[in-house]
């Protein structure tokens, strides 16, 4: 039986404030921004925190519906648009899934070859001047890449429209942390052969500081503006794919690991995840929501296009001076991955 989504007609949001707690003890550590650190600030509820914001959010819920394993998307959505990128021997390079800007892709839209580019410019033929019409824009992501109707995309090449055509994200996440209190803590890197070695060589002990927070609640705050899904002129079918693959997206992060950082893993207070708008509506399970995405998905195949692009170019790399100036990848840095 299809999932009902008749409690979400006329309403122009879907709202969810979801619970969480960190899975064992009580500290987590939270992102943390370049020359800012972690995101503190004042609210009504005291002392409050930004635990992991929209962006990085955006790239979680992208990664959902993609299986590390076989380089593909997961069984439920298969036949969904997307851009395979191999290189010329046929081997996976990447996919705009994973890409930072989905279908603004350097590795689509830079290649020497302009094959890609060119194919985009005749989808997306008529643009050039004028107004942007967002129907035949929205038809063409759903065609290629619908995940950038959800999670936004900015095709900023001149040759697409002089480089105007974006679109907001129509599903949000960010999680907040209220009523919070610094837990310090730290370690030191220790070298048993030379302690007392060259630090700035790797040597030697290290010793270090962080901090570490309580709560006393953190909530995840999801929204999906089903205004703009509407407002795309889809055909009905595409706009329900839309909304099924966007619940199955955040039934799946729910189900799945919360661990967003090696001090940070959370889990889910409750069983029962209730919309905070409309009242009326609770996320179904993860095993409907694969059947009825499958189901739409099927229904759609005429207006979805997957694809697979050879990138031909040598791809290079910056010197090893410039790479060790990159963040930690464990620091709980915030990834800027995705379109405002």
């Known amino acids: 039986m299809s999932i009902d989504l008749s409690p979400l007609d006329g309403a122009p949001r879907l709202l969810f404030a979801v619970a969480l707690a ?22 009504a509820a005291g002392d409050s925190l930004l635990v992991e914001s929209a962006q990085s959010m955006a790239n979680r819920l992208e990664m959902t519906i993609w299986d590390e394993a076989s380089n593909d998307v997961v069984a439920a959505a298969k036949g969904i648009s997307h851009v395979r990128v191999t290189r010329a021997d046929g081997s996976f390079l990447t996919d705009t899934i994973l890409e930072a800007h989905r279908l603004n892709s350097p590795y689509l839209l830079e290649a020497k070859d302009h094959l890609f580019l060119d194919r985009l410019k005749t989808e997306l033929g008529g643009l050039e001047t004028g107004p942007v019409n967002r129907k035949q824009l929205a038809a063409t992501l759903f065609k290629l890449d619908l995940g950038s109707l959800l999670h936004g995309v900015f095709l900023a090449k001149k040759e697409l429209a002089g480089g105007r055509l974006r679109l907001a994200r129509a599903m949000s996440a960010f999680i907040e942390a209220d009523g919070v209190r610094v837990a310090a803590s730290g370690g030191v890197k220790n070298d048993h052969v030379n302690p007392s070695g060259e630090t700035k060589q790797g040597f030697g002990n290290v010793p270090f500081a962080r901090d570490e927070f309580t709560a006393e609640h953190i909530t995840l705050y999801v929204n999906l503006d089903l205004k703009q899904l509407r407002g ?14 966007a619940l199955y997206k955040l039934r799946a992060l729910l189900d799945g690991s919360l661990r967003l950082r090696s001090a940070c893993d959370l889990a889910v207070l409750g069983t029962d995840v209730v919309a905070t708008s409309p009242l009326s509506f609770e996320l179904p399970a993860l095993a409907a929501l694969a059947a009825d995405v499958a189901l739409a998905v099927a229904t759609c195949a005429s207006l979805l296009a997957p694809s697979t692009v050879i990138y031909p170019d040598k791809i290079e790399s910056k010197s090893a001076e410039t790479q060790s100036k990159g963040d930690d990848p464990d620091s709980g840095s915030d990834s800027e991955n995705d379109e405002a």
Request: glycine fraction near 14%.
């Open 232 to 245: 795309y002129g889809l055909p009905e079918d595409a706009t329900r794919l839309l909304v099924l693959l």
């Open 22 to 43: 960190p899975l064992q003890g009580q500290r987590f550590q939270p992102t943390g921004f370049p020359g800012l650190g972690a995101a503190t600030f004042r609210s």
